[in-house]
């Protein structure tokens, strides 16, 4: 299979990372080879892709990064040597998420030791908290915690919603920087904005890229982009195109963003489709390996790929447009 | 307070543990204290407490027993000193559920090399696995252990599951000892009962107390009942009555099952009420501490708790005649 | 295609409609020709056969019955002619249920002189209503039926369940016969009961047949089981049993039933499978005409047909043995 | 209680109904007195009430109508009062859903005969029908119906979502104007747009108002927005702002839409609390009863309707900013 290479639609060069948690902020996926482990040198590539891409921040271990699904050992791996290549160009956010509390605490310590600028936590999975429980655990969190730290609400995984009140108290917790909302209930995002429009600087990042562009009309922060990992340009451009007001662009780009979509993430039949999707993309542009951590494990298949391959390739020809007007 | 005495219903001494797995195998909860650390002579004397009540076998580290909140020391800990107090008198399993697959086998390994008899797993509960997936998930488990075990399935905590196919595999799986169903569906149950017929000796445990005469009746081989920590004479004589054929015994038995719980399950509004209930009962019968795990975090507060008290003495006047047929 | 007949497993002959509602008490199909008509003599065969199989009484336009599908001058037709041919000889009960109450209450009216015995009502499906609202919507409706009713809890399908404090409610309503309970959740089922216990003579039915036997151990008052459109006595069989106190005769024939779900309820891959299989499976019998009610329509193609006539022969192969015991 | 009136936002007079189904379509509530009656004259004051502030269209009985909850005669005299007044002013649609097809069709006769422009239909919600069967189902209607139609997709109700398959299928039938989305989800909306985007002139209509403006620069063709019943102007300013391209202006009246949202909806504790707060603001205001169908049936106790009015006062003042500019 040759390499499908994409043109960087950037030329703009980002500041360096300012820690302000606005922007594209792609959750990394894990690159994993046959054995299941790190491999690192795709790790490497990956970095540098979505970097020059123009991206803003850098969120490792999340949902794509398959974090839950990764052992203890292959995070603080993945956390270090993220660090270390990005050596503070941007700011790393790592998921801390677990259902056991002080395993959460003990991975927090580990990349506070690293350099991590922030850490991520959703509700704990398994058992499913009522919101006054939410809250005394995330109030205990906030004192327990050696880095400041987002709120992640991703119901369809948790089971859970950050309530209103849950955020609410959020915005008296010093170290809390905001919240990533991953639910795809845009009602539930402009809400969160409402109630955190009493707090300057508390930060509200979407997660389905899907809405990016909505999201940021509505005033939001900037995005948690799956498809970042693919094309970052693209997601940075969407972003650029809303801070300068330029609303006819930013819808342009953002319909790109919807192709992304459909045309990476449904193939295959299963929940698994979109990471997957992902991985074999940038495995197609030769950036790395495309191994899933179980209970997934398989990579695509022959058909799923060459489905892909098709696929980025009708993608990248519809890119030219948009960077031609980047130019 | 004065702590409540149940009478012990159960005077026939069981045989020792025979490894059958039938019967009642307790969940058995995770005594903490204050501090959330092990509370370890309560554990020994709710061990006691329930061995004595002829129990079958104990499950610890499941969902009454809180295994996903626990940190991975504590879950060590909780394994080895209950080998050390059980000392072989009956049959030791233990929830080695995670969503990382290498988590969940090291923590086999532990378990293995500290004697336990067989492990027990439900779904990763992170990302929801399609069924082929999750069938691809329990063959390499069921390679890679180091014990016999059980499927778990548990779809309210973990969101997927374990459907008839999975089963069907299972049956070829030589480890394999049988299902766990504590999904509640009864039908879900007898088709699995159904479907095992194929495969003598596999056996189908059911989980909600509330149905354990009913599953009993359909075919099934025990309960694991989170009541049996605080009555294990009462559960293990459904068991036993149904083993005699004497069926009106059993429902006599099995009502006061169901007293138990509308009057300890139900005080308090949240899901973690149940685990809350049982571990409160344990401390008003002097048996051991009864703080909870985060998220839940808090035992219950003084009007919970002189709730719990009133019903555990209702309950305790309700038993008597149990115990006059038992002796 | 050659009819197949099935052996007549009950040889003893039910006392007539005491109204006592207990037994077994049969969903009715309603046969409609391809032009979406009743097929008259159909429903005459249909429930000659049933009232042969020795059922204690018929509910017909609940679930199994497409009641919510018929237009309202079909349902009227059902209940008249479905009155007219059963004489008196065993109670009538009309599913009533609608979103629009004065709908219900017209319906109710019809019923009521067409000489039906009692009516069934399940929450309205289209708005959710709250526990409170649910009640007072119960409240009014028994000021206002003509009729002594029975609640119907049908959660999977009205998204709502009669929670216990509704059921308790209904216990003052003289005119509430009791509570039909289709959710599957024989945990919820001996709640009620247990609720219930406070009026004698408060009937609780199951709706799902594979549980029958169970329900009946738990105390419960009989079934409206699906499969007795086809198999009457052997849902008979299973009550009687129940009643004489032979357990083990009971457990016999409710495996079959199990075996009767397996097969007839399993083909086809939609929601609608079980209805299509009763009602193909009626067909294959020379019983009634098997087309469906919209959203459904279409009955089962020629590969399906097929099938259902191979698992309705099995199924009669197995029945002997249990004809042979009835006998 | 005084009158509280609202400032005219809306100052420009929209265009005679051109039939283009583009615009606010606001979902009447249906006015109903103590007796459960039509209230006659309050329906012509909140008929003139909405087109004074001009909207593009009337939908009614729909979900904010109670559509499903009224018996059919008052079903039916609704349709002819509201055509009757509306004369032809703008497009009148009317929701015929409903479990039984024949009735569908049945209103939708009446519907044709009383001079309404087009129908709106969901899938049925007692049965959930996969999708072919869904898609079947539609294609029936489509032959059936005298009216052209919308496609009605509202899954929290209906259990069912109209899949990406259906709206493909849908393009090709003649007489289907659109889709109304009221899912919530703008990912599935905006997948729609996409799909839709080769018919030219279908349109997409989005529900939940908090989504307008988003809904409008993604792409989409108006809204169904249930508090253009009280303040008709600011939802029409939206979509004019966005129609001129003002984003600012757009986002600006957003977000005094997400204001009714957050304090007209959220008063009472169940999900008939949209409903009920719509219809208690337009009684504040003067314009009509504000009594709920079955099983709602109680507008708001004292309590709630001073709330309703404080937050409606509170409204209110918030609004003149945005009239200033209007003007």
């Given at each position: 299979m040759s390499i499908i290479s994409a043109p960087d639609l950037h030329l703009k060069t980002s500041a360096p990372?300012?820690?302000?948690?606005?922007?594209i902020i792609p959750p990394l996926v894990t690159p994993l080879n046959s054995e299941g482990a790190l491999d690192r040198s795709g790790l490497e590539k990956l970095i540098e892709h979505v970097l020059n891409g123009g991206v803003h921040g850098l969120f490792i271990l999340g949902t794509t990064g398959e974090g839950p699904s990764l052992g203890y050992d292959l995070r603080r791996e993945m956390i270090a040597r993220t660090c270390g290549i990005v050596g503070g160009r941007v700011p790393v956010l790592v998921g801390i998420t677990d259902t056991a509390e002080s395993e959460s605490l003990r991975l927090a310590e580990h990349a506070a030791e690293s350099g991590v600028d922030a850490v991520v936590i959703a509700p704990p999975y398994y058992f499913a908290p009522a919101q006054t429980e939410l809250i005394g655990y995330f109030e205990h969190l906030a004192e327990a915690l050696p880095l400041p730290f987002f709120l992640y609400n991703m119901p369809a995984l948790t089971k859970v919603v950050i309530g209103e009140e849950a955020i609410r108290r959020s915005?008296?917790?010093?170290?809390?920087l905001g919240l990533k909302d991953s639910s795809g209930d845009l009602v539930y995002y402009k809400k969160a904005l409402r109630i955190a429009s009493?707090?300057?600087?508390?930060r509200i990042l979407i997660g389905p890229e899907e809405l990016l562009a909505e999201s940021l009309l509505a005033g939001g922060d900037g995005g948690v982009s799956g498809g970042a990992n693919v094309f970052p340009s693209l997601y940075v451009g969407v972003f650029e195109a809303m801070e300068c007001g330029d609303f006819t662009e930013a819808v342009r780009l953002q319909k790109l963003i919807l192709e992304v979509s459909c045309r990476?993430?449904?193939?295959?039949?299963?929940?698994?489709a979109i990471i997957r999707g992902i991985k074999c993309a940038l495995h197609c542009q030769g950036i790395c390996e495309d191994f899933m951590a179980p209970p997934y494990r398989e990579r695509f298949r022959t058909a799923e790929r060459k489905r892909i391959e098709e696929e980025l390739r009708t993608l990248i020809s519809m890119l030219p447009q948009a960077a031609a007007v980047a130019a």
């Open positions: 990372g300012t820690g302000s948690y606005r922007g915005l008296s917790m010093e170290r809390c009493e707090k300057p600087g508390y990476l993430y449904g193939v295959g039949q299963y929940g698994s």
